[in-house]
């Protein structure tokens, strides 16, 4: 619905990229392995989010800040994703409200995590990404899951004004999965 804004980046010009609508700053970064792209987004990311006068923060990425245990494969182990350990510490120093993954094909709200545990503030993970005919039955992590949705079409609306940020997951067919809103007080801005 519209180009994607350059990031005036020699080598990955529009890999990542932000934009404001209404209250929200959306941030997209990229999760590929590319070479000098990961340390290039970190040090674009501050600089932007630091320029943001908005009161939202949401940031989208494909690969999930977590993984999960694959029966069959020993040496994946339950934890923090190569992404995450990447961008973790990163979203805790800049306040980011709303982390939207996706990768797996399936929903979870992960609650507040903050230094890579779960917690009362920091920010909300959620994994919505359920698109396509592929579907994953991963195991539900007893650790970080607080709504996991079996593997089913559904779609979200959030909805951001100055006070409340509220994001809910559907399924295709108009039940609610999931609903759940964040407020806080103003930041303070330059």
């Given at each position: 619905l519209f180009e994607v804004p350059s990031n005036n980046s020699a080598a990955f010009d529009r890999?990542?990229?932000?934009f404001d609508r209404g209250d929200v700053h959306w941030i997209v970064l990229n999760t590929e392995p590319f070479a000098g792209l990961i340390d290039e987004q970190k040090a674009w990311l501050r600089?932007?989010?630091?320029?943001?006068?908005?009161?939202w923060r949401v940031v989208l990425l494909h690969r999930d800040v977590l993984q999960y245990r694959i029966i069959g494969r020993p040496e994946r182990q339950e934890g923090i994703s190569e992404s995450g350990q990447d961008?973790?510490?990163?979203?805790?120093?800049?306040?980011?409200?709303?982390?939207?993954?996706?990768?797996?094909?399936?929903?979870?709200?992960?609650?507040?995590?903050?230094?890579?545990?779960?917690?009362?503030?920091?920010?909300?993970?959620?994994?919505?990404?359920?698109?396509?005919d592929?579907?994953?039955?991963?195991?539900i992590s007893a650790e970080f899951d607080d709504v996991a949705a079996t593997p089913k079409d559904n779609f979200l609306v959030l909805d951001a004004d100055a006070d409340?940020?509220?994001?809910?997951?559907?399924?295709?067919?108009?039940?609610?999965?999931?609903?759940?809103?964040?407020?806080?007080?103003?930041?303070?801005?330059?």
């Open positions: 890999y990542y990229y932000s600089a932007d989010v630091g320029a943001s006068d908005r009161k961008f973790m510490p990163l979203f805790d120093e800049l306040g980011i409200d709303l982390v939207l993954t996706g990768h797996l094909h399936t929903y979870r709200n992960r609650g507040h995590i903050f230094e890579q545990k779960k917690s009362d503030h920091g920010p909300v993970y959620v994994m919505c990404g359920l698109a396509g592929q579907r994953y039955k991963e195991k409340l940020l509220r994001l809910r997951c559907f399924s295709i067919d108009g039940s609610l999965i999931d609903d759940f809103s964040l407020s806080k007080p103003d930041r303070n801005r330059r």
